[in-house]
């Protein structure tokens, strides 16, 4: 079963407004974390932000904010101010486990295309 | 300046040879990964290694093969067995400890089987 789910295949946003970006995820581990991470057409993975499951405040990281609504099981990604440089690819990823065994790997949504016009 | 480097960025291989991707880091952690892409998807893991000399199979290891000689370099082989190589691959690291510890990820190497 998808661990984490993007139902955006593709989003637009107008230069310097806002845009929330969905992500459901599933799992019955009480320790868990969240990753956002964006991927330009050069195709590297860079780290936007990260919200733990015991957090107890939403994560924020300049423009990037993080609605973590711990009972809906959804960490949705919201950009402000959006800028023609954050075109990418977005993706959503979740962490399991604090355990050592789980190699603390990511399990990632299927993502989300986000085009900003001008 | 400290990150990962993937060699080479594109590669071509006839049905039925071996390929090596070679992933490298000089940021000095435990924890190296191997994602693999495919177009419209997110990325799936392949292996994953904590230490030196120790890598656990991922949820699509059939096909692929890993070493972890050195802290520093984690080459993935992409071996005849793999039915559908074609992909983009990601390379990741991360510092050991804490939970929220992002992976740091390479360039990418895409694969092509002709």
């Known amino acids: 079963a998808q661990k984490i789910t993007q139902t955006q295949p593709g989003m637009f946003v107008q230069e310097k407004e806002a845009v929330t970006l969905d992500c459901t995820y599933d799992?019955?581990?009480?320790?868990?974390?969240l990753f956002w991470y964006k991927q330009p057409s050069s195709g590297e993975m860079i780290f936007l932000i990260y919200q733990g499951s015991y957090d107890q405040q939403n994560a924020t990281e300049g423009r990037y904010s993080l609605n973590f609504q711990k009972a809906r099981k959804s960490a949705n990604l919201v950009i402000s101010a959006s800028q023609l440089g954050d075109s990418a690819m977005y993706f959503c990823?979740?962490?399991?486990?604090?355990?050592?065994?789980?190699?603390?790997?990511?399990?990632f949504g299927k993502g989300t295309s986000l085009l900003v016009t001008p | 300046d400290g990150g990962i480097t993937q060699s080479p960025k594109y590669l071509f291989r006839k049905e039925g040879q071996n390929v090596t991707l070679s992933c490298e880091q000089n940021l000095n952690h435990d924890a190296m990964y191997w994602y693999r892409q495919d177009p419209g998807q997110g990325l799936r893991l392949i292996y994953y290694?904590?230490?030196?000399?120790?890598?656990q199979k991922g949820d699509i290891a059939e096909g692929y093969s890993v070493s972890r000689e050195k802290k520093e370099s984690f080459p993935l082989t992409v071996t005849s067995a793999q039915k559908n190589p074609t992909a983009f691959y990601l390379c990741?690291?991360?510092?050991?400890?804490?939970?929220?510890?992002?992976?740091?990820f390479g360039p990418g190497t895409r694969l092509t089987v002709l």
């Open positions: 990823a979740m962490r399991e486990g604090l355990s050592i065994d789980s190699g603390y790997a990511l399990n």
């Open positions: 290694s904590q230490i030196v000399n120790d890598f």
């Open positions: 799992t019955s581990d009480p320790s868990y974390g």
């Open positions: 990741a690291s991360r510092l050991p400890g804490q939970g929220g510890n992002e992976q740091f």
